[in-house]
């Protein structure tokens, strides 16, 4: 996966648990490597319970991995009990220039949709509202 990921250089990714508050930077990170435990009681199959790979995205009620089978699994946060950090692939997210820049851009390209989908649909009757 490390591989596929073009070998991204891992110096200077480690999380910083000591110090000056403003230069902490632990947790999660998307693109990290991971590795979840789940509960077996969940799965017919114990060795199901644990799954490797790179973590996609994080929500409030469940985690996004792409495992190292190549297949996108969604994992409830219920049936997690412990997930390792194997190596983080990006800086921490006050840092991370690339992620920041994608999400403002994201944020301004959902802008403009949700702007054509407002002028398209007809017959709603709340125009009066926003004047």
Known sequence: ????MGSPTLEGLEPVH????????QGLRRDDFI???MN???FANPEDAVL???LISSGKSSLEILGEDGQCHFISR???VHVVLVAHTRPAYIDDKE????EREDMKRRSKLHEKVEKETTGNDDSHLWG
Do not use: T, Y
């Open 1 to 4: 996966m490390w591989k596929d």
């Open 18 to 25: 000591n110090g000056d508050l403003m230069e902490r930077r």
């Open 35 to 37: 590795e979840v435990q």
């Open 40 to 42: 077996v009681q969940a």
């Open 52 to 54: 490797r790979g790179r």
């Open 78 to 80: 219920e049936v997690i």
């Open 99 to 102: 992620l920041l820049a994608f």
